[in-house]
């Protein structure tokens, strides 16, 4: 770290735009993240939430902006270099996989392309066996199975999880490979009321940790309660942010969600 500026910031987002066809999905979008944070990335539904995750993670290529992360350009970079920087977002446990277990889809990390960090984060240093790697990797994904009390379903089929279940493993995965920062799309979608408070714990937990979080999620109760600032994006742009309360009163934003269809 060169300056304290990059130690309170772990994520700068500048002037970020994308667009598919005609459509501007985001729009000169600009904010900050400040690190140990839980921040909430809220707007109606098409406001570019999404597509700016998509862009800070690489999934997809801005047409203008920068992402810094950590103070470093990661602008367009794929989402294995990204995530071996310590960034990544969580994926929903592919379709095509329910017949491998819990265990094995922890061994596979989140798709392929987080199973290379997983495995290049276990290398540095010692010479290890691949027989003494695999059993590393096994290690680390059992206690992250038995830090969100997933473990009694380690032999289970994936495809066989509930919903809240499903979205502790997507995070369970995310969490392998070591990151500094997580981005959650929707983390609360289909999670029933006892898992979704299990959730908000880890993540708690986890910022205690020193993670920074940042979330969309629909659910404003989620929103107020757990994040201590909040982005509100609209149009492809920032509209405001500030803390929970005051964005809950700002009346740009109660009018961008009755003009929306949120
Ligand atoms: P949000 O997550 O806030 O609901 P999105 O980022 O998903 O918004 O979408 C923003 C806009 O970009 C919407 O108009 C959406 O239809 C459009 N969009 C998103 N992804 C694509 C894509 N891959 N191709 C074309 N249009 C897209
Ligand atoms: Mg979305």
């Given amino acids: 770290m060169s300056n304290s500026q990059e130690q309170e910031t772990i994520l700068q987002v500048s002037d970020l735009e994308k667009r598919f066809g005609g459509i501007v999905a985001v729009d000169g979008a600009s904010f900050e993240v400040e690190r140990g944070s839980i921040t909430g990335l809220i707007g109606p539904n098409g406001a570019g939430k999404s597509t700016t995750f998509n862009l800070i993670t ?82 680390r994904a059992w206690e992250t199975l038995e830090f969100f009390e997933i473990d009694h379903l380690a032999e289970e089929y994936a ?14 995965r995310a969490l392998l490979t ?11 979608a289909g999670v029933n009321p006892s898992l979704e408070k299990k959730l908000l714990e880890r993540i708690h937990d986890l910022q205690d940790e020193g993670y920074t979080f940042l979330l969309v999620e629909h659910d404003m109760d989620v929103i107020m309660n757990h994040c201590e600032h909040v982005i509100v994006m609209h149009q492809g742009r920032v509209l405001t942010e500030g803390d929970p309360e005051a964005i809950q009163s700002d009346e740009e934003v109660i009018d961008a969600y009755l003009g929306g269809e949120a």
């Fill in 58 to 139: 690489g999934t997809h290529k801005p047409n203008a902006g920068t992402v810094l992360f950590n103070g470093q350009n990661i602008t367009g970079k794929s989402p294995e270099r990204i995530a071996s920087k310590g960034l990544v977002r969580t994926f929903q446990i592919a379709r095509e996989l329910p017949e491998m277990t819990v265990l094995e889809n922890m061994m596979l990390g989140p798709k392929n392309q987080l199973g290379e960090s997983l495995w290049r984060s276990v290398m540095p240093g010692a010479r290890r066996t691949v027989i003494e790697q695999e059993k590393e990797v096994r290690d």
């Fill in 159 to 172: 495809g066989s999880l509930s919903g809240g279940q499903r979205k502790l493993l997507e995070l369970a």
């Fill in 178 to 188: 070591d990151p500094d920062m997580l981005l959650l799309d929707e983390p609360m």
